[in-house]
């Protein structure tokens, strides 16, 4: 009997291989654990650096694009200023008799047709470019080119009597406001195409003129 004891007794202690072994199992799980927690941070850094990186990469795309559409507005800009700074009807050959100076206008006007018509204007604006722009297809229709005559008054208007020195040189009192056209027969102004409201005057309404005295052309 008090053998049968002793051996049970001696099952029941804990052998150091045992020990051994569980503590190493210990320090597999902590080292494991310990990797992962490793990975975790690492992964959490990761993370963060691609996060300020794509953020990074958004905000050059942002000021690009930003940059990019000024250099396409001001391009644009300075193209529409140099287009709207020139005449479009006689840089495009549509009309010859270009009145430089208006000091010459009576001097010219001695060797005019009997029938004819005066644009006067001014250059630098997106609404006279777009009259010119309509006028060209009136000019050719009508053949107009041999009896239109166009002065742009640009650099006068800084003067404070510029409406009444062109009244003065056109020998009337019918010019309230630019542009407008001066229809002429026979020495003799017979009418203007001229707006009261505050718009200018387009491509219609000079061909309105046209047909109320049924205009046949040259």
Known sequence: MAETKNKKTNTKKTTPQKVEKKERKTEEVIKEEKIKTSEIKTNEVNDEKASRKNIIIIGIIILV????????????KVKQ?????????????????????????????????????????YTGNKATYNLETG??????????????????????????????????????DKIKTVPIILYYKDGKLIDTVTR???????????????????????
């Open 81 to 121: 200023e140099e287009l709207y700074s020139k005449s479009y009807l006689i840089d495009s050959g549509t009309l010859n008799l270009e009145i430089k100076n208006i000091d010459e206008v009576n001097q010219i006007l001695t060797e005019a047709p009997s029938e004819y018509f005066i644009l006067i204007t």
């Open 196 to 218: 009261y409201d505050k718009n200018v005057i387009n491509a219609s309404d000079f061909q309105r003129t046209l047909d109320i005295y049924e205009y046949q052309g040259q």
């Open 135 to 172: 006028l060209k297809e009136i000019v050719d229709k009508y053949k107009l080119s041999d009896s239109f005559y166009y002065l742009n008054i640009k650099d006068m208007m800084n003067e404070d009597n510029y409406l009444t020195r062109l009244n003065s040189t056109f020998n009337t």
């Open 65 to 76: 694009l930003v940059l990019g559409g000024l250099y396409i507005y001001k391009v644009n």
